[in-house]
């Protein structure tokens, strides 16, 4: 009969087949990982997050979803900066249940998104978090010196683009969604982005993160029937009469981890038609304007309506 | 009457007064934090480690030890390496409970630590972990490419050091430790060290991972009279008789959080004048040797025995 296999014996068997890459000097093991300092001219990205059992999954999600998500909402960031991910950390908060397989779940999730980004791990930590689990990811990237896209930049008449669809991530995407690195990467290169985030509390919630960044408070008028809409959202709008409209939680639902970005008027046209013919797979919507009326305002058949406070709930 | 502060706008404002280096391009209120590179000739030192109340600290502990342990006990891994820590990233989980004044316990202490070592501190992300708050930290440094002390490279022979006092903890060393960053980078710099660890499992713990970090498992036989045993770790074993004995706390006890290392018997006076002249107020002790044999040994008065498994047993 064989050794019963501890946790932490499992986590150590892990570590030994982490995703490695080039820049890696040391991986996991020591008091720290020794990487390679980025190529000449380039910066770093430094960026943590954490996702909790009952908050961002459930305890009946499929662990490789979970180290997915873990790693994918980390990755979403570097992208929405336009830079490249090199390498993770992993801190594991366990619950005092045996957590041998979804443990291996998890790593398998981590390490299949890691390695279709290039994306090295090179730590796993693990202590005790009683009663649910917790991952943290810290991650660091690169990016071309003072060519990171930061939030603030936006200028009035700047057209708003969003990259796939909005809405309804509850029912899935949250789970499976794919950083957009390739995606945020270009944009950046192109040169015509004036600021860029990544929709992770949904259009309405980060929106106003562009438009108020800089020393001038502005707003922005979104096009109602331009708000590429998930299906998902489409259906679940479709199957109560309590649900939100679909529009109304394309804007409002989180977790999208799709790309918003403000780009000159003159730059809006050369830019949709570039990323269709680089990533002819992934939709980019123009769904409105930066105006410099502070404010979100939506326009729709019945005229140009507030979308927050009094006039949110109106739009409701 | 002010408007009540939510703990997620007071971690805003928390946020907008982290401590900044001249290395950091972008702090906290991005996507990511952009970073320089590290000067030339120098990698990146990357760690991860989180604390959890009610194993790493209790609900009555004071905030500002609570950040200060959070924080240090990462500083502590680059101490191990010889690097120079950089910027930190914070992930604060909070229980569902407001925890406005311990938040700004807790980033004081964070603060206050890191101003000292010259650390940025560069994202502060929040989350919920209901029933009990968690803090986990990502650390960067940066090290003389090349010059990173790692866990093997110990050899038969090698005199074992360990800096400051051991055992005991637990009543308060492991909530006010100060992390040996400059001794750490001052034992790199000698050229002479072979292997270093951070002391967080006592030295019967740690001590394994450097005689067994290479390809031929080593030992090693310490001296019990050389053990410098805290005056906390004294003074519990004194006040009952089912106490551990202070020199077994002295070696089991964890949250040391000093620098193990070895040396070269030929380098073992030079560094310990070098280091007592540049640390004199920060004991250096020479606590036994590597040796061919696998084991940890122990010699007392009657004679050398084994420190582990029935030895063990017998010795205490």
């Known amino acids: 009969m064989p050794a019963p296999v501890t946790e932490f014996e499992l986590i150590a068997t892990l570590k030994s087949h982490l995703p490695l890459t080039a820049a890696v000097v040391h991986g996991a093991g020591d008091d720290c990982a020794v990487l390679a300092p980025p190529a000449p001219g380039h910066e770093l990205l430094f960026k943590t997050d954490a996702i909790v059992e009952g908050i961002h999954f459930l305890p009946e999600t499929d662990p490789q979803k979970i180290g997915h998500k873990a790693l994918a909402r980390c990755l979403s ?9 090199t390498a993770a950390v992993i801190t594991l908060a366990l619950p005092a249940a045996p957590e041998g397989e979804r443990i291996e779940g998890i790593y398998r999730g981590i390490r299949k998104l890691a390695e279709r980004h290039g994306v090295a791990v090179v730590g796993g930590e693990t202590t005790t978090n009683p009663g649910r689990l917790l991952i ?3 991650l660091l990237g690169t990016v071309r010196t003072g060519r990171a896209v930061l939030r603030r930049g936006a200028r009035a008449g700047d057209a708003i683009f969003v990259s796939g669809e909005l809405g309804g991530s509850i029912h899935g995407h949250h789970l ?5 690195l390739a995606e945020g990467r270009w944009l950046a290169e192109t040169g015509c982005v004036h600021a860029m985030i990544d ?17 001038t408070p502005l707003g922005a008028e979104l096009l109602k029937s331009a708000i590429p809409i ?7 709008a479709r199957a109560s009469d ?3 409209p679909s529009v109304v939680a394309a804007l409002t639902d989180g977790e999208d981890f799709e790309l918003l970005f403000t780009v000159a ?13 680089k990533f002819p797979g992934v939709p980019l919507t123009c769904i409105g304007k930066v105006v410099d009326r502070p404010g ?11 979308m927050i406070g009094k006039g949110y709930e109106h739009f409701r």
Request: no cysteine; glycine share 12%.
């Open 77 to 85: 960031d570097i992208a929405a900066m336009g830079g490249t991910a």
């Open 136 to 138: 943290n990811v810290a």
């Open 176 to 180: 499976d969604f794919e950083p957009r």
């Open 199 to 215: 929709v992770s509390d949904g259009v309405a919630g980060d929106l106003p993160h562009l438009l108020q960044a800089g020393e």
């Open 230 to 236: 998930r299906r998902a959202a489409r259906e679940a």
């Open 242 to 244: 309590t649900a939100k």
């Open 265 to 277: 008027p003159r730059d809006a046209v050369p830019v949709l038609d570039g990323w269709k013919a």
């Open 296 to 306: 979100l305002w939506l326009r729709g058949e019945d005229g140009l309506r507030p």
